[in-house]
């Protein structure tokens, strides 16, 4: 059994200290940075919606109601909103008619009808 001096458990102490402080900073940084996952959903148009996510959003029709023009919109953090090419969807289409991503954070999507 070997002796240790208090001046080696002092250093043996500091580094363990040091290596837990770096750890709980490492995860701290990343719970900041990392966004939490949302999901939310706009109004109905003629049985189309918007939905979005942390950074992403997608326009879907589960089944359009009223054939024509139909728009994506989202609203983008810290940048220019989107707004997507007016699509031609028929009566009774059912699937997603666009979709793109935001940098940092969208703050809401919906869908615009042109007749």
């Not at 990343?30 to 992403?56: E, L, R």
């Not at 699509?87 to 007749?115: A, I, N, P, W």
Request: hydrophobic content about 35%.
């Amino acid at each position: 059994m070997t002796k240790s001096s208090p001046r080696a458990i002092k250093r043996m102490v500091s580094t363990v200290s040091k290596a837990v402080a770096v750890g709980a900073l490492s995860i701290a940084a990343v719970a900041v940075i990392t966004p939490a996952a949302s999901a939310a959903s706009g109004n109905s148009t003629f049985g189309c919606k918007g939905y979005w996510y942390s950074t992403s959003f997608h326009g879907y029709c589960g089944s359009v109601t009223k054939a024509g023009q139909f728009q994506l919109v989202a609203g983008c953090d810290y940048e220019a909103d989107y707004l997507g090419k007016w699509r031609q969807l028929s009566h009774g289409y059912s699937g997603k008619f666009d979709y793109d991503e935001c940098t940092f954070k969208v703050s809401q999507s919906h869908v615009r009808y042109g007749g």
